[in-house]
């Protein structure tokens, strides 16, 4: 089955002519998953290897990583139960800041990915992030900051899981535009990534 066309119509944005695409492929005995599998996911990878060699940018992955979403939701009550869930990630803005649109962004190329996405939104306590990752079983924290002042909130978010007993039982990652991996280390996180595609690396590397 060629799937060029549907990996295409993803680098071009182009829901329409991905849509399309899927469903004459199904049509002519293409499954759901074979779909996924073949297009969208080589797709996303080829967008995250552009985005990295600084040939596209943030607004291209996110009308790409839209229009893998799109799909798969078309897809998804085909799939009956047919994709695996690479697991649970809680991914949040810290509390004082109030910028999303990098976590946004690391939660669509998660969720393409084959995790399963808590997005819990901007300006949220330490122990939010606690209670939410004890609710969904989660194995990954995703903590996202884009101001400097507002980084000491994922030092209390790591003592918070430390405080509540359950630091053993999840990985916490770290970035945005101030945050390095030297910080990371700082404050006992277990990842850093510089940017959404390297998130999701980094939680495929975790797990």
Same mark, same amino acid.
């Given at each position: &089955?060629?799937? %060029?066309?549907?990996?295409?119509?993803?680098? /071009? #944005?182009?829901?329409?002519?991905?849509?399309?695409?899927?469903?004459?492929? &199904?049509?002519?005995?293409?499954?759901? !998953?074979?779909?996924?599998?073949?297009?969208?996911?080589?797709? &996303?990878? %080829?967008?995250?290897?552009?985005? $990295?060699?600084?040939?596209?940018?943030?607004?291209?992955?996110?009308?790409?990583?839209?229009?893998?979403?799109?799909?798969? *939701? @078309? !897809?998804?009550?085909?799939?009956?139960?047919?994709?695996?869930? =690479?697991?649970?990630?809680?991914?949040?803005?810290? $509390?004082?800041?109030?910028?999303?649109?990098? =976590? /946004?962004?690391?939660?669509?190329?998660?969720? /393409?990915?084959?995790?399963?996405?808590?997005?819990?939104?901007?300006?949220?306590?330490? %122990?939010?992030?606690?209670?939410?990752?004890? @609710?969904?079983?989660?194995?990954?924290?995703?903590?996202?900051?884009?101001?400097?002042?507002? &980084?000491? %909130?994922?030092?209390?978010?790591? @003592?918070?899981?430390?405080?509540?007993?359950? @630091?053993?039982?999840? =990985?916490?990652?770290?970035?945005? *535009?101030?945050?390095?991996?030297?910080? *990371? $280390?700082?404050?006992? *996180?277990?990842?850093?990534?510089?940017?959404?595609? #390297?998130?999701?690396?980094?939680?495929?590397?975790?797990?």
């Amino acid at each position: &089955m060629d799937y %060029q066309p549907i990996i295409k119509a993803v680098l /071009n #944005g182009d829901d329409d002519a991905a849509l399309e695409y899927a469903q004459d492929i &199904m049509a002519i005995g293409a499954a759901p !998953l074979e779909i996924i599998d073949g297009g969208l996911l080589p797709a &996303m990878a %080829q967008v995250g290897r552009l985005f $990295k060699e600084g040939e596209i940018y943030v607004p291209e992955v996110m009308m790409a990583a839209a229009v893998v979403s799109g799909v798969i *939701a @078309r !897809l998804k009550p085909l799939l009956a139960g047919e994709i695996s869930n =690479k697991g649970t990630v809680v991914l949040g803005t810290v $509390k004082g800041d109030l910028h999303d649109i990098g =976590k /946004n962004l690391v939660a669509l190329l998660l969720e /393409n990915n084959g995790f399963e996405v808590i997005d819990l939104g901007a300006d949220i306590e330490p %122990q939010a992030f606690v209670e939410a990752a004890a @609710r969904h079983g989660a194995k990954i924290v995703g903590l996202s900051a884009l101001l400097t002042t507002t &980084m000491p %909130q994922m030092a209390k978010t790591v @003592r918070a899981f430390e405080e509540s007993g359950s @630091r053993e039982k999840v =990985k916490i990652i770290i970035g945005g *535009a101030p945050v390095t991996e030297m910080y *990371a $280390k700082e404050i006992a *996180a277990d990842g850093y990534a510089e940017d959404a595609v #390297g998130a999701v690396e980094l939680c495929h590397s975790l797990l």
